[in-house]
């Protein structure tokens, strides 16, 4: 059964802790996690890989549905292999 | 910051809590830091993600510029007074205003630029780090970046 959305009107510190904790433990394990999920898009969340998804709708949908606001949650495209993207 | 090997080496990004009150838009981003961009704009899959009202922003801005990203155009839409909240390296809380921040949306629907558009991340750009006289120092060898004033 899916859990209530989690409502977000505005943020704490603790949301903001999380996030960073998040985003550095993505940082570390990138590598890896970009090989078991390549060209995917993937939702991290303490510390775990949650949800992947080719599309970013989709990986909306499946985050909703473990009652995860995607707004809330670090989402990160991993990218192809050898990629070399000049912005 | 953080700093992530990404698109062909190590790159500096930054966390921060987005809020955009006149469109009801908050959520997390992780912005390239990227000091060859002039403008900082939110990539088409995080405007996506934050459910960023097009429809409201095309109301306000009928004929948006077109921004040239990885290869790709983009409408860019501005959204004004958008604040910009983040936690120094001892966790205290900071927060920026910009405006505009500028929201991406593709000009072509085909599947090759849905699909190349995923790989393009948010953007924090020079007019953030010229507003607030921030310096980036990134240590390549150490894998460390910050900003810092002067």
């Known amino acids: ?87 | 910051m953080v700093v992530k090997s990404y698109g062909g080496g190590p790159k500096p990004f930054a966390r921060v809590f987005l809020i955009a009150s006149k469109y009801r838009v908050l959520g997390f981003l992780h912005p390239f830091v990227d000091t060859g961009a002039p403008l900082t704009c939110l990539s088409s899959t995080d405007a996506e993600r934050l459910h960023v009202p097009f429809n409201v922003l095309s109301a306000h801005t009928p004929r948006p510029t077109v921004h040239y990203i990885g290869g790709l155009s983009f409408w860019a839409y501005p959204m004004e007074n958008v604040t910009l909240k983040t936690s120094d390296e001892d966790s205290k809380e900071e927060e920026f205003i910009l405006n505009p921040i500028y929201a991406l949306k593709l000009t072509k629907k085909d599947n090759e630029s849905i699909q190349r558009a995923r790989l393009i991340p948010s953007i924090l750009g020079m007019d953030f780090l010229t507003k607030y006289r921030f310096t980036l120092n990134f240590n390549l060898d150490k894998k460390i970046a910050n900003i810092t004033k002067p």
């Open chain 1, 1 to 87: 059964m899916a859990m209530k959305e989690e409502k977000v009107d505005e943020i704490d510190e603790r949301m903001l802790e999380g996030f960073i904790i998040d985003s550095d433990w993505l940082a570390e394990n990138y590598e890896n996690i970009r090989t078991k999920h390549l060209e995917k898009f993937v939702a991290v969340k303490n510390k775990k890989v949650i949800a992947e998804s080719q599309s970013i709708g989709e990986l909306q949908e499946l985050l909703k549905k473990q009652g995860v606001d995607p707004r809330t949650t670090l989402v990160d495209f991993m990218l192809p292999k050898d990629t070399i993207l000049f912005l």
